[in-house]
Structure formats: structure tokens, C-alpha cells
């Protein structure tokens, strides 16, 4: 019957499709790239071993080994096609003699164990070509989500809140830009290794961010972008575990994710880190993200992922609001100010030294960004500067910066809570 000799069987054919096309599309897309040097052929190739699988696997078993099988699989579809359009010379694909030419269903290629390792490398290179400088920082976070962790076209437009079509153009585009300019899949040279690794972190730093605090719609915390970002931070700490700030950026994810399931009420309303129910805080997310963060700081080279990683575990290990260590908190974003200077880190460090010091030191640290005009339009800036007004005494002030927030908060449920507080120096 199918499914002996070694291979499966087929009774959840189907059901190993589905599993094959969660754990294996990516590996597999990025073996094809890497060998191909064309992201749409290397896409195309794998949609085309996919059918054949569904063609193949009911009638001969599930593969002991599906990723390697696709591989193989996809590897033919595509050089099947470049042989038709007599391009096979050209683009130097003499490795097709590496692999089996049988016309029978793809067998292993090589041993379990190496191959899997080989297509760890193509999906670390893959990464690397997705956040290429070349390209737009919104293309690399919709290629990255795309192609790295194999959201759909249809999911990531709804993630970002872009029509559908606008969303896939831009990734036909983006392929196009890669083929034509070259971009390799790969892991850059040692001399380009630091620059392009904060390219990468900085795009899922950047999936996360929206998850956790979505800038648009009626949600407050997008659980699936956090959980994408997430996802690819490990993968970018398995294949890089000496780089200590993709170990923090890491760490800092999971230690500020820990928070989700108390941010927000029965009712999707956020609820203020100093009402939270620290019981809801997830112990297990807190632990492995403080380990993580501990192994980072070993290698001693600190970087502004463990600084903020850092913050996020002194909030985590708090018993309470109250007994949480504001003047620690307000040195480490002085020191994450120094290494990495931005407005926005200059809001947070604000807020904390409100907390350890006065509303008044706080505000007097918020001042210059407010009056530099740099984030004008950014609701976080205006909802800080509310609530140091508010605990300064300065109601008429404060009502005029809350006013300003919601002005520039599009997010919902964030908006109606600003709407609340606002309400509360209402002449009314």
C-alpha cells in the first residue's frame, strides 16, 4: 500500500499539506532564491511544487521528509522553466547536476541533518535580502512579513491598514527591484554584517511596535503582528546567537509582550500600566525574556535593544506600580538617550523622570522636544505632556494637550480613553 517504505502515509494528506506549507514554504522559497538569484521564479517554482505534491503525495504517501522533497521538487519546476526559455547558460545553473534527475518523485537530497542547516543559511539570507538599504523601509517590513514569515498579501494589507492590491504591487515591484539590481541572498560580508543586522532588527522592532500599539483601526494591540515579530526575532537570535542586540531585541519583545493580556479590559479599553493586573502578566514570557537578556549582557557589548530590554525587565519584575524603581528606569533612558539620541526616546525618558523625580522635572525634559516641532503629530508626545500637566496642578494646560492628542491619535480605543480623561476638565 502508499505510505510504506519509508514514506507516509496518506490518509491526512491534506492535513501534511497544510502543515508543509506553515513550517517548510519559507525554507524552501529561500533555498529557491538563493539558487536563483529571482524572488518571483523562486515564489512561482514553490507554488508549482506544491501542486505537484498535491498530486503526488495521495497517490505515493506523505514524504518522510516534505521540506526536502518541496526543495527538490520546486528546484526542477524552475529550472524546467529556465531551460524553455533557453536561459539555463546564462544564468549559471550547472548546480541542476546536484540533484536528482529521475523522473520519479524527488527522494532526499542529502542527509536530514545537513539539509536542514542548509536551508536555516538561505532563510538568514533571505532576511537579509528582504531588509536591503536599497529599498523603502515600507517594502522591507511587507517583504519580510511576506516572504520570511509567510504572512499573506491579504493579511499584511489588513495589518497595515493598505488596500490589497495597492499591497501586492508594491511587493511586485520590490521583487523586480531585487532581481534587477542584483541584491544577493545572502549573508553580507563581516564588514557589512553590523550595519545591515540593525536593517533587520530595525523592521521587526517596527512589526512589533505596531502590533503592540496599532497606529490605526479598533484595535489596540494587534496580538498577531506582536506574535509575527516575535517569531522572527527568534529566528534572527537562532542564526546570529552571538549577536548580543538581536538577543535584546529579543528579550525586549517578549518582556513587553508579557503585558498584553492586562493592557486592555473586557471591553478592548486600555487599561494604564498603574491599574494593571500584574497577576495577568504572562511569568513564563517574563522569565525566558529576562534569561535572554542576561545572556546578551554577558557578551558585553551593549546596545540601545538591551538598554530598552533593561527597562522592560525592571517593569516586569515590580511587584506593583508603586514599587517599581522610577530612578533606575529614568537612568537607563538617560544612558539609552546618550547612545542613541531621538525625540521619542526623550518622551519615555520624560515620563520617568516625572515619575522618579516631579511632574515638573518631567515636563522640564519634554519641553525641547515639544518646542523643536520634531513630532508634532505624534499622539504619545501630547498624551505625556497631558499627563504631566495634569499631576503638575496645570488643568486649563492639560486639557489643551489632551485636545492635541486625540487630534493625533488615530488608533480607537486609545483615542476614547484620551476622549475620558480629556472629559474631566470639561467645564461640564
Known amino acids: 500500500m502508499?505510505?510504506?517504505?519509508?514514506?507516509?502515509?496518506?490518509a491526512d494528506v491534506p492535513g501534511a499539506l497544510e502543515r508543509a506549507y506553515r513550517e517548510e514554504w519559507t525554507a524552501v522559497v529561500a533555498t529557491l532564491a538563493r539558487r536563483l538569484g529571482d524572488l518571483q521564479a523562486a515564489e512561482d517554482a514553490v507554488s508549482e511544487a506544491f501542486i505537484s505534491a498535491a498530486r503526488t503525495w495521495p497517490r505515493d504517501g506523505v514524504p518522510p521528509k516534505p521540506g526536502?522533497?518541496?526543495?527538490?521538487?520546486?528546484?526542477r519546476k524552475a529550472v524546467d522553466q529556465l531551460r524553455i526559455r533557453q536561459h539555463i547558460s546564462e544564468r549559471g545553473l550547472s548546480s541542476v547536476a546536484d540533484l536528482p534527475t529521475t523522473d520519479a518523485a524527488p527522494a532526499d537530497p542529502v542527509p536530514a541533518d545537513p539539509e536542514e542547516v542548509v536551508m536555516e543559511d538561505d532563510?538568514?539570507?533571505l532576511i537579509f535580502a528582504c531588509c536591503h538599504p536599497a529599498l523603502a523601509p515600507e517594502v522591507r517590513v511587507a517583504l519580510t512579513l511576506?516572504?520570511?514569515a509567510g504572512l499573506t498579501t491579504r493579511e499584511i494589507a489588513a495589518a497595515f491598514l493598505t488596500p490589497e492590491p495597492t499591497l501586492a504591487q508594491r511587493l511586485v515591484r520590490a521583487k523586480r527591484k531585487i532581481r534587477e539590481a542584483g541584491i544577493r541572498f545572502a549573508t553580507p560580508?563581516?564588514?557589512a554584517l553590523a550595519a545591515r543586522i540593525a536593517a533587520v532588527q530595525a523592521v521587526i522592532y517596527l512589526v512589533f511596535n505596531e502590533g503592540y500599539a496599532a497606529s490605526g483601526g479598533d484595535e489596540l494591540v494587534r496580538v498577531d503582528l506582536c506574535a509575527e515579530a516575535i517569531w522572527l526575532g527568534r529566528v534572527l537570535h537562532r542564526l546570529l546567537p552571538d549577536d548580543a542586540e538581536s538577543a535584546g531585541l529579543l528579550a525586549l519583545m517578549l518582556l513587553t509582550h508579557s503585558h498584553a493580556a492586562a493592557r486592555q479590559d473586557s471591553h478592548g479599553k486600555p487599561v494604564a500600566l498603574s491599574d494593571q493586573d500584574r497577576s495577568a502578566w504572562d511569568a513564563d514570557m517574563i522569565t525566558q525574556g529576562t534569561a535572554i537578556l542576561d545572556t546578551a549582557m554577558e557578551l558585553r557589548t551593549p546596545g540601545p535593544y538591551q538598554l530598552q530590554a533593561a527597562i522592560a525587565a525592571v517593569h516586569a519584575q515590580a511587584p506593583s506600580f508603586g514599587d517599581t524603581d522610577w530612578p533606575q528606569i529614568a537612568a537607563l533612558y538617560a544612558e539609552l538617550s546618550r547612545r542613541s539620541p531621538s525625540?521619542?526616546?526623550?518622551?519615555?525618558?520624560a515620563v520617568a523622570v516625572g515619575l522618579a523625580d516631579s511632574p515638573l522635572a518631567g515636563l522640564s525634559v519634554l519641553t525641547?522636544?515639544?518646542e523643536s516641532g520634531q513630532l508634532d503629530g505624534y499622539g504619545p508626545l501630547h498624551a505625556a505632556h497631558a499627563d504631566l500637566l495634569e499631576k503638575a496642578?496645570?488643568?486649563d494646560a492639560a486639557a489643551a494637550a489632551w485636545a492635541r492628542a486625540i487630534e493625533t491619535t488615530e488608533n480607537g480605543p486609545l483615542r476614547d480613553e484620551m476622549l475620558r480623561r480629556a472629559a474631566r476638565h470639561s467645564p461640564d
Open 189 to 191: 560580508p563581516s564588514s
Open 393 to 395: 496642578g496645570n488643568a
Open 146 to 148: 511576506r516572504y520570511v
Open 343 to 349: 525625540p521619542v526616546v526623550e518622551v519615555n525618558r
Open 123 to 125: 532563510r538568514l539570507g
Open 68 to 75: 526536502a522533497w518541496l526543495t527538490v521538487a520546486a528546484w
Open 368 to 370: 525641547p522636544v515639544l
Open 2 to 10: 502508499a505510505g510504506t517504505d519509508g514514506v507516509g502515509e496518506t
